[in-house]
Nanobody, 127 residues
Framework: QVQLAESGGGLVQAGGSLRLSCAAS????????MGWFRQAPGKEREFVAA????????YYADSVKGRFTISRDNAKNTGNLQMNSLKPEDTAVYYC????????????????????WGQGTQVTVSS
């Protein structure tokens, strides 16, 4: 079992930056692929970024590519999402997710591939 807790959300002006963190409990996080998803009001949850447990593979949604960076520190059981050049359309609740995998290069853009989810953290970008 892996429990996840996001932090770092808040209110920021357009053009600003935020760094989200995902703290994981359990000794298996180092062999979990991890992803970030977000859900804006009235919209479905969507993929943001994903990373393999070895950090060798990363994926990004086109809408955040070049602005967001996903990373992880397995020794600290944490994952991070650095968000720069934020736009009002980035406003959403951001969720981290994880799935155990035996493959160091595996990760996924799809919600249904993830078994563990955090409660989410609100990010609001004002114009």
């Amino acid at each position: 079992q892996v429990q996840l807790a996001e932090s770092g959300g808040g209110l920021v002006q357009a053009g600003g930056s935020l760094r989200l963190s995902c703290a994981a409990s359990g000794r298996t996080f180092s062999t979990c692929a991890m992803g970030w998803f977000r859900q804006a009001p009235g919209k479905e949850r969507e993929f943001v970024a994903a990373i393999s447990w070895s950090s060798t593979i990363t994926y990004y949604a086109d809408s955040v590519k070049g602005r967001f960076t996903i990373s992880r520190d397995n020794a600290k059981n944490t994952g991070n999402l650095q968000m720069n050049s934020l736009k009002p359309e980035d406003t959403a609740v951001y969720y981290c997710a994880a799935v155990r995998t035996g493959t160091h290069y595996y990760t996924s853009k799809f919600e249904y591939d993830y078994d563990y989810w955090g409660q989410g953290t609100q990010v609001t970008v004002s114009s």
